[in-house]
């Protein structure tokens, strides 16, 4: 056998050595011996620790990772921008598919609430037979207030300086004072006692532009021009309903657009797109803001006035029956400087429209031989009605207004007076558009038929505004402020019946409304005497819940003319000193079981008055009532008018 063959022979032998030591067969190792191949248990353990480790550290990054996502979301939610786009026509307050958007001068108009008695507020706008219509309160209210819709007889009148514009509801045809009209579309369309006049008939007597757009379907009215703020949209942008990244967006705007700004924001400007969005964009956004001048050619109606070429200095003469106008000889006996006299002569007879008349001819024929216009005076009061119900009663209606203002104008010419002067002193909130319109309608017969029309108001105040001064001092000839009634019969404490401030404010806030050259101002010639006692327990008790349980006095009062006043203050055996927060004489005095006060009307007084006046260079003054007076205010009036 050679070398190789024993290499193979032994190598043969080891290997079965080793199949014999490897056989399962044989005995159980001992311990801490382990099979060939087989990790030892050290190595084992290290590796599970590891593996344990790098899941613990997988579970730890992913939570990181979770946690870091969860803040970024967080931080995009609340920082982000949203896309989220508004439902434009729930932003415009559209229902019914017949409805239109209605935007006037960069305001949205929505239905205000309810008109009463459950049923809904009317829309703003509708769109009937493809022509778009604007419900009549939002017209009066919001564009041109000299449109007036008469519910009761269906017809609307627009009053230009020579007569009325007639439409009958559900018509096309017209009437422009004498002359008969029409157009191709239906001019008021109504429902039930809501009227919708068509938007261009509108635009035909104002001045305003509209521009209609859909999707949704809207009409834009500019109706105020002059000065507005402009700027162009710098880069892409959104205008949101409201300042910030999460508001939903209304509209995209592209570079260059142009937008008006509406208020400054700091960070969010309120703008007004042409098509009528108004809403939020960032102020980064916008770019070359300027003030710029808006304006349309439109000829307004003018209201020609009949203006006397001499300061007023006007008296009421109060006429309670036909037998007084045979004292007015007597009334003018002391005067001096007397322009104008103004019996009350003219009263409302009944529900109807028909007036009642304590006019005198030979009245008139003696104050114009003395150099004096007679302006009869016209009220709602002290006649036939009383009440603030049958006043509106009687202006709510187009046909009684007009026998009203016949009959008054026809008495005026028959009587031979200069003109009208207008005392309704019982006009609710809710009779206000009604007054108006009469106010409006009779000062156009005055000056056809040559006269004088003033119109008495009480100083401005909130609760008065439906009066409105701003029409009367464009279609009267004079409006009279009284100065007066500061506190009255029905007041809850004792005062002054005209203070110095009290005057001065009302001519202020006249002013504002009334040019100086129409504005008269009235002062009184009567003060009130004052009794004020303690209000018993009982007395209390009843009132308990109302305004008047605050004032603990119960109190009355009476008118005293000047005379009168002075010989109350000096039969009580009362001093009269003067107060500077009123600019009167102030007396008070105990007796019959209370506290009598009395603020005096006097020359001292009236001077003040007089001073305000002059200083306004108002259009004269007036003096409620003749008789009241004591002769020496003549002299005093005579330095300060005329």
């Not at 104002?206 to 009215?221: F, G, H, K, L, Q």
């Not at 009168?564 to 600019?583: I, K, L, P």
């Not at 009241?628 to 009036?637: G, K, Q, R």
Request: aromatic fraction near 10%.
């Amino acid at each position: 056998m050679d070398e190789r063959e024993r290499k193979g022979a032994r190598r043969r032998r080891a290997g079965t050595k080793g199949a014999h030591r490897r056989h399962p067969d044989r005995k159980a190792r001992g311990a801490g011996e382990q099979m060939p191949g087989m990790k030892s248990p050290r190595k084992k353990s290290r590796r599970a620790k590891r593996q344990r480790r790098n899941m613990v550290l997988r579970i730890l990054i992913a939570a990181a990772l979770i946690i870091a996502a969860a803040g970024i979301a967080a931080a995009w939610y609340r920082y982000g921008s949203s896309n989220e786009r508004a439902d434009l026509e729930q932003y415009y307050g559209l229902e019914a598919g017949d409805e239109f958007a209605v935007v006037i001068n960069n305001e949205v108009v929505r239905a205000e609430s309810g008109i009463g008695d459950g049923q809904p507020a009317p829309v703003p706008g509708r769109i009937i037979d493809g022509e778009y219509y604007i419900e009549y309160s939002v017209v009066r209210d919001r564009i041109n207030k000299r449109f007036y819709w008469d519910p009761n007889e269906r017809v609307m009148l627009y009053t230009l300086p020579g007569g009325n514009v007639t439409v009958q509801a559900d018509s096309s045809e017209y009437t422009e004072i004498s002359e008969s009209k029409s157009e191709e579309y239906v001019i008021l369309k109504t429902e039930g006692s809501t009227a919708y006049i068509a938007l261009p008939f509108i635009q035909a007597y104002t001045n305003m532009e509209y521009s209609v757009y859909d999707t949704p379907n809207r009409a834009v009215i500019t109706s105020e021009w002059g000065e507005i703020e402009t700027a162009l949209i710098r880069h892409a942008a959104q205008v949101r309903y409201r300042g910030g990244v999460k508001s939903p967006i209304l509209k995209d705007v592209s570079k260059s657009d142009k937008v008006t700004v509406l208020e400054d924001e700091d960070d969010w400007m309120k703008v007004a797109t042409e098509d009528g969005i108004i809403g939020y964009v960032k102020t980064n956004a916008l770019k070359d803001r300027k003030t710029e001048t808006i304006s349309r050619e439109f000829e307004e109606p003018v209201y020609t006035n009949i203006s006397e070429d001499y300061t007023i200095n006007l008296a009421w003469h109060n006429v309670s029956n036909a037998d007084a106008n045979n004292y007015v000889q007597q009334m003018l006996a002391q005067t001096k400087g007397l322009t104008t006299i103004a019996p009350t002569w003219f009263s409302i007879a009944d529900t109807e429209g028909n007036m009642s008349s304590l006019g005198s001819a030979d009245y008139v024929s003696y104050a114009h031989q003395s150099g004096l216009e007679v302006w009869a005076v016209l009220r709602d009061f002290h006649g036939g009605i009383n009440s603030y119900d049958e006043t509106c009663e009687v202006l709510s209606y187009t046909s009684k207004r007009t026998r009203l203002i016949d009959q008054a104008v026809t008495a005026a010419r028959e009587l031979g007076v200069d003109g009208i002067n207008l005392d309704f002193e019982l006009i609710s909130t809710q009779c206000g558009e009604h007054y108006v319109q009469f106010v409006r309608e009779l000062s156009v017969s005055c000056r056809q038929n040559g006269l004088v029309f003033s119109v008495d108001n009480y100083v401005p105040q909130p609760y008065n505004e439906h009066y409105d001064l701003e029409e009367q001092g464009t279609v009267a000839d004079y409006v009279i402020i009284m100065g007066y009634d500061e506190h009255t019969d029905s007041s809850y404490e004792a005062g002054s019946v005209a203070s110095l401030g009290y005057v001065k404010q009302g001519i202020e806030d006249a002013l504002k409304k009334v040019p100086e050259t129409k504005l008269i101002a009235a002062v009184p010639f009567y003060t009130r005497l004052w009794l004020e006692t303690p209000k018993t327990e009982e007395e209390l008790a009843a009132e308990a819940g109302t305004e008047a349980a605050s004032y603990p006095d119960k109190i009355s009062s009476e008118a005293l003319g000047m005379d009168e006043a002075r010989e109350a203050v000096a039969n009580a055996g009362a001093q009269a000193q003067w107060d500077e927060n009123t600019s009167q004489n102030y007396a008070e005095w105990e007796a019959d079981g209370g506290t009598y006060k009395i603020w005096l009307e006097d020359n001292q007084s009236l001077e003040e008055k007089l001073k305000v006046i002059s200083a306004n260079d108002l259009a004269g003054v007036a003096e409620w009532r003749l008789g009241w007076e004591n002769a020496s205010v003549w002299d005093l009036i005579l330095q300060y008018i005329n």
